[in-house]
């Protein structure tokens, strides 16, 4: 359980998102909101991401995404409410196949 304040979610990110510096945008744009997670590319063409922190550094990391960096073109953020324990600070995981990102 989060302590009072934080918050955890999932993002998958579509649109022209993979090849143009997506995933060490998210990763340097997360470190200065202190926040805990990870970044990573999925097969299908989507970036996915868990951020961790307080709620408002969150939902401030969620708004960047709508944007992303200036080569990218972002269609859709959908987000979900997130469970599990990740370690501290923000990593760029290998990509990973959709039918194995859903048990992760």
């Known amino acids: 359980m989060l302590a009072e304040g934080k918050k955890a979610v999932k993002a998958v990110i579509s649109g022209?998102?993979?090849?143009?510096?997506?995933?060490?945008?998210?990763?340097q744009e997360a470190q200065k909101r202190h926040l805990d997670g990870w970044v990573r590319n999925r097969t299908e063409g989507t970036v996915e991401a868990m951020f961790v922190g307080d709620e408002a550094d969150v939902d401030d990391m969620l708004h960047a995404c709508e944007s992303g960096p200036a080569a990218a073109r972002v269609d859709r953020v959908d987000v979900r409410a997130a469970i599990g324990i990740v370690a501290k600070g923000f990593v760029r995981k290998p990509t990973v196949d959709l039918g194995e990102s859903r048990n992760q």
């Open 16 to 27: 022209k998102v993979q090849g143009v510096w997506f995933r060490d945008w998210t990763v």
